[in-house]
């Protein structure tokens, strides 16, 4: 659908003020909406100076809300981030304000869930698969590793007592 280009900043205004987006995420929908290239980066352009976009908003609400609501972990979010083409420079300072800890505890909770729901033939076989499962939620291997020798380590102490 072809629309002006005051139209068409009226309704990605309005699409920016329903939810935190980024760059990226406004130049598709306005590509779809069939603009020419030199509108879209006008009326990016105006979505900056009116505060419509920002960078550092964007990424402190992608950070929380993937890593509350989705549980994700720092790899991922990174991994998300750059797709949508936001620079390092952004998103690093923003990540390192959630701690190493919120992420582990947020780890140890996502694995004490999936631990009650793992089939496996073996104790091998079920560490393997939690470490594939924090590993694809994009949690770092090392901090995998601990959590997952610390839950089943504790759930040993448990049996034995």
């Known amino acids: 659908m072809k629309l002006t280009e005051p139209r068409a900043l009226n309704r990605i205004a309005s699409y920016c003020s329903k939810a935190e987006r980024c ?5 598709r929908k306005l590509v779809s909406w069939e603009l020419a290239e030199d509108e879209i980066s006008r009326i990016v352009k105006r979505l900056y ?8 908003r964007f990424c ?3 950070i ?5 609501f989705n549980k994700w972990g720092k790899t991922k ?3 998300e981030l750059k797709k949508r083409n936001i620079p390092e420079s952004v998103y690093l300072p923003i990540l390192n304000e959630f701690g190493d800890e919120d992420f582990d505890e947020q780890l ?13 033939k073996d104790e091998y076989d079920k560490k393997n698969k939690l470490i594939r499962f ?6 770092s291997m090392d901090a ?4 997952v020798n610390k839950l089943l380590n504790s759930n040993y102490e448990d049996d034995i007592s």
């Open 23 to 27: 760059e990226m995420d406004v130049r």
């Open 77 to 79: 979010i990174i991994f």
């Open 144 to 147: 995998t590793i601990k959590c």
């Open 64 to 68: 929380n809300d993937k890593s509350r």
């Open 49 to 56: 100076d009116e505060k419509f976009l920002n960078k550092e």
């Open 134 to 139: 924090a590993l694809g939620r994009g949690f």
């Open 108 to 120: 140890k909770k996502i694995l004490t869930t999936k631990i009650k729901n793992v089939k496996a």
């Open 60 to 62: 402190k609400s992608f």
